[in-house]
C-alpha cells in the first residue's frame, strides 16, 4: 500500500498552482488545500516542491500539514466512510456497527484498503446526534444505522455501477 505513494507524481499541476499565488503572502494553506485537490492527498514530491516554490523549509511544510487534520498524506480510498462513534452513536450501537464494517471491508478504522476503495474512519461527532448512530458516506450523512444497514450500503458502493444499496 504505501509503495503506491512513492510512485512519480506529474508536478505539473502544482506549477500551475504555485503559479496562481506566485507572490502572495501566507498562501501556503491554500496551495496545500489545492494541491490535495489536485493529488487527491500530498505525495512527498509534492511537498518538496512546494517548500522549494515558497523558499521555506520542508519541515515547516510538513510542520502545517501535520497540524492541521484536513490534509492526508498517504492516498485514500475511492470511497470515504466515516462511523460516528461519539456518546449518543456509541450508547446507540456504534461499537457493534464500527466491528462490522471493519470485517466487511477487511480493514480497521484508520486504514485504506489495498485496492483504494474504501478509507475507514471513527470519528467522535459529525453533529447529527439525533440521527444517531450516524455515519458519513462520500460526504452524505446516513442516520439510524445499525450494523447490517450500513453493511449494506458498503457492500452496494462495490458494485460497477458504484450505486448504493438501497436505505
Known sequence: MAGADVEAVDLTLLQ????????????????????????GF????????????LG???SQIYG?????????????GKHIIRTCD?????????????????????IRAGQTSSD????YEVVYCLGSCGL??????DDKVV???????LVSMVHGLRRPSGAAAAS
Open 42 to 53: 500530498l505525495p512527498k514530491q509534492v511537498l518538496v516542491a512546494i517548500a522549494s516554490g
Open 64 to 76: 502545517v500539514v501535520t497540524f492541521y487534520a484536513q490534509f492526508y498524506l498517504h492516498r485514500r
Open 86 to 106: 461519539g456518546t449518543a452513536c456509541h450508547v446507540r450501537g456504534s461499537a457493534k456497527i464500527i466491528e462490522s464494517v471493519e470485517k466487511e471491508i477487511g
Open 56 to 58: 521555506m523549509p520542508l
Open 16 to 39: 500551475q498552482i504555485l503559479a496562481r499565488h506566485k507572490g502572495s503572502r501566507g498562501a501556503l494553506i491554500p496551495i496545500l488545500q489545492q494541491a490535495q485537490e489536485a493529488y
Open 143 to 149: 442516520g439510524r444505522l445499525t450494523p447490517e444497514r
Open 132 to 137: 444517531s448512530p450516524v455515519a458519513v458516506i
Open 116 to 119: 483504494y476503495e474504501f478509507t
